[in-house]
Every structure is written in structure tokens, then in C-alpha cells.
């Protein structure tokens, strides 16, 4: 802390004004990451498509591609619902940035590739590729970071929200399915929630960099981007199973995201699974259903990010 801020904190008013410090506002909004004539944006593209590509070497030799297709139904009606699904991260970023930016069509390449890096290398390394390539790319007053940061933070406050007002639909059903979950953790991780979900929106004004306006946007964009997901979910758990009820689906996508969200609540999968069980029955074919699932989910990184890694390279090589 330097001595400005320190001084600041001795003042009468210095807990409340601390945050508006300098050092503060640059850490929330930092300057363009590299003010050297080297442009680190023109070669982090290309580290990307080689880290993706790695990664994929890495586990594609053990995938079992004729065994998944055999069991994932072959109806067209699974197949697009499944195209859309998987899409759709990348779709509603691009209309965020389109409306915020601009950017064209071909912006949703690098957004494909910044939910494949998040994904498959590591957390939130997608969103400084996608920084990187804004840079390099895109007409805008000033730098990109602040927009691609609040766009993060607001989905994952979008998402503590949903996740608050599902559990509060749930809960008696939660109760019900007496998952062990202990209640100090549970309480516990209703509190972070809260937290997280509270605290940004009481420093919006130092915290995010992007208008009101331009925020009830984004926000109200990740909002519709949640809802839409457990919708698919359950429809797709549905073609697989169409026995069962899609309504029971929607209620097993909802107990799915509340579960996935809720902090320091341990074993999920195995929570999710008993009250996959709890609902539906059928213990076999459900744990089935769900490992095909997301077994060709990874396929599908895998197929997406050998085509993007490769294009990423080829495009690279032709610019030389």
C-alpha cells in the first residue's frame, strides 16, 4: 500500500474513501498490460492454439469416439438441441460484445476459443486471450479490460442470483432428498453467496468500469444465458430418457445448478446423483445419461479445439 492510501486510511473518512485511491482504481481498471513497443498481443494468440492443441494430443488418444457415438441418440431434434447448448457461451458473449464494441461475426471464433481455454488449460485464461485479441482487433475508446472484466464478474453474480432464487424454489425439495449436507456448510455457503452476490453491487460504481446501462445489459444478457442452459439440459436429459417427465428434468437441471454453485458443499456429484436417483429412479440408466453427457461434451472441446488450435496456427503462419 503506498503512503497516499496509508494516510488516507487515518483520515476521518479514510475505511469509505480507501477504495477510490489510486492504487485501487488501478487495480479494478489497470492501463493496457503492456506499454512497450513489443505488442505481447500478437504472439499470445498463437501460444494459445498451441496450448489447446497440447491439450488435446494429450487426452484425445484415450477417447472411445465409436463407443459415445453408439450411445447418444441419433435424432436430429438431440443433435441441434446439443449444438445450441454447447454454443451457447459463446453466442451470448458475442452479442454482449457486439453491442458493447461492435465486433463482427467473426468475433465468435476467438470467443469459442476463449470458453474452450477457460475450459481445458486454465480458469479465466480464455478471457485474457479474448482481452489480447480485442486489442488487437477491435476499434474502442480506451482499453478492453474493463469491459471483458465486468462481463466476468456479472456472470458469475448473474449466476449466484439464479442460483439464490432456485434454491429458495427448491429448498423444500432439497430437504426432502436428505442429501448430508451439513447445515453449518450449507449456511456457510449461502453466505458467500450473498456476498458475492451483495458486495458488487454496493461498490458498483468503483468496481465496474462499463455504464449503468451497458450493465443492466450485460447483466440481463447472462441472466437469459443461465435460464436458457438448465432449460436445454433438461430437454436434452429428455431425449435421452424420454420416459420420464420433462418436467422432472427441469427440477433435476435446477437441483444440478444450485449444487454446482453452492460453495463448500463437498462431493456434488455425488449429491447430484442421489437426487438424480431421488427423483427419477432408474439409478443405472441416470448415472449412465449423465456420463454420456458429458462425455460428449469433452468430445466435442476436443473436435472444436483441434479445428481452432489448427486455424489459429495456419491463420498465423499466413500473415508472416
Known amino acids: ?42 504472439w499470445f494468440g498463437p501460444v494459445i492454439s498451441l496450448a ?35 454454443s451457447l457461451t459463446p453466442v451470448f458473449d458475442w452479442m454482449i460484445f457486439h453491442r458493447l464494441w461492435s465486433i463482427p461475426a467473426s468475433g465468435l471464433g476467438p470467443l469459442f476459443r476463449k470458453r474452450l481455454s477457460n475450459e481445458l488449460l486454465l480458469g479465466y485464461l480464455g478471457d485474457v486471450y479474448f482481452y489480447a485479441w480485442a486489442r488487437s482487433n477491435v476499434r474502442m475508446a480506451g482499453s478492453p479490460f474493463g469491459a ?33 449436507i451439513d447445515s453449518r456448510t450449507l449456511g456457510a455457503s449461502l453466505a458467500i453467496l450473498l456476498a458475492l452476490s451483495i458486495l458488487p453491487m454496493m461498490l458498483a460504481r468503483r468496481l465496474f468500469s462499463i455504464p449503468p446501462a451497458q450493465r443492466r445489459m450485460v ?27 420433462l418436467s422432472w428434468w427441469v427440477m433435476l437441471s435446477t437441483v444440478r445448478l444450485v449444487l454446482s454453485r453452492l460453495p463448500l458443499v463437498p462431493n456434488k456429484d455425488v449429491l447430484f446423483a442421489g437426487a438424480a436417483t431421488f427423483l427419477v429412479g432408474r ?10 453427457l458429458a462425455s460428449l461434451l469433452l468430445a466435442t472441446h476436443l473436435a472444436v479445439g483441434l479445428l481452432l488450435g489448427a486455424s489459429g496456427i495456419i491463420r498465423k503462419r499466413r500473415s508472416q
Open 1 to 42: 500500500m503506498i503512503a497516499a492510501d496509508m494516510a488516507a486510511v487515518r483520515s476521518p473518512q479514510g475505511a469509505r474513501g480507501l477504495i477510490d485511491t489510486p492504487s485501487i482504481r488501478k487495480l479494478l481498471d489497470p492501463a493496457p498490460l503492456v506499454r512497450s513497443e513489443r505488442n505481447w498481443t500478437a
Open 148 to 180: 471483458v472484466k465486468d462481463s466476468a464478474l456479472l456472470s458469475g453474480i448473474m449466476g449466484n442470483v439464479v442460483t439464490l432464487a432456485m434454491l429458495g424454489l427448491t429448498f423444500p425439495l432439497l430437504s426432502s432428498l436428505r442429501l448430508t
Open 219 to 245: 447483466a440481463a444478457v447472462h441472466f437469459a444465458r443461465i435460464l436458457i442452459n438448465v432449460l436445454l439440459y433438461a430437454w436434452l436429459w429428455h431425449l435421452m430418457l424420454p420416459d420420464v417427465a
Open 283 to 292: 439409478e443405472g440408466q441416470i448415472g449412465e445419461v449423465m456420463a454420456v
Open 52 to 86: 489447446l492443441l497440447a491439450a488435446i494430443f494429450l487426452q484425445i488418444g484415450a477417447f472411445d469416439f465409436a463407443t459415445l457415438l453408439g450411445l447418444v441418440p441419433r435424432t436430429p431434434l438431440f443433435w441441434m438441441l446439443f449444438g445450441i447448448t454447447y
